[in-house]
Antibody
């Protein structure tokens, strides 16, 4: 069955960096666009970024453009989110998600999320 | 950026009754609209995509309708497990693929 397992979250100081990973299994990872979505504590969902099947095409929400970088390693069945210059408002649970095949959205399968806390 | 607005923020309905949730887009998104359900401590679950297509395994009591800027999620007969927060999200043309702020469906 499809599994998405995020890791790499934790406590980081403002201005710091963190790299999130999403390990995928149960499907042909290289056939799917992949996305990151986040949810601040007690708040709604925010789409952040997607990456194409090859990794050649990416897109970002304005709130993270220039600070976050999405990437993937199809040989390792892994998705990444490099987060730099972190701010308090980046505190959230970060989810990776797989869409319906052939599409960018909607987000069909989700990981369990990893919590990122930005605080001094 | 397309703004998605959901109403009401909270909806109180009794089990067995019908629930109707609304989502409005600030500009037309055609039928590029999905609905998700999220329970406390869990990741969201896809219910409906393309405005009216149920995702695999979603019970028939969930239905979606609408196009353009006005969308509705209807739950025909509420079951205890349906009380949750519901989000809409557009996937029209280009990003950002914004979500609505959510509707909390609570037991009356």
């Amino acid at each position: 069955q499809v599994q998405l397992v995020e890791s790499g979250g934790g406590l980081v100081k403002p201005g710091g960096s963190l790299r999130l990973s999403c390990a995928a299994s149960g499907f042909t990872f290289s056939d799917y666009y992949m996305s990151w979505i986040r949810q601040a504590p007690g708040k709604g969902l925010e789409w952040l970024s997607y990456v194409s099947t090859s990794g050649s095409y990416t897109n970002y929400a304005d709130s993270v453009k220039g600070r976050f970088t999405i990437s993937r390693d199809n040989a390792e069945n892994s998705l990444y989110l490099q987060m730099n210059n972190l701010r308090a408002e980046d505190t959230a649970v970060y989810y990776c998600a797989r869409p319906i095949r052939g599409l960018i959205l909607p987000h069909l399968d989700w990981g369990q999320g990893t919590l990122v806390t930005v605080s001094s | 950026e397309i703004v998605m607005t959901q109403s009401p923020a909270t909806l109180s309905v009794s089990p067995g009754e019908r629930a109707t949730l609304s989502c409005r887009a600030s500009q037309s998104v055609n039928s590029n609209l999905a609905w998700y359900q999220q329970k406390p401590g869990q990741a969201p679950r896809l219910l409906i995509y393309d405005a009216s297509t149920r995702a695999t395994g979603i019970p028939a009591r969930f239905s979606g309708s609408g196009s353009g800027t006005e969308f509705t999620l209807t739950i025909s007969s509420l079951q205890p497990e349906d009380f949750a927060v519901y989000y809409c999200q557009h996937s029209h043309n280009w990003p950002p693929y914004t979500f609505g702020q959510g509707t909390k469906l609570e037991i009356k």
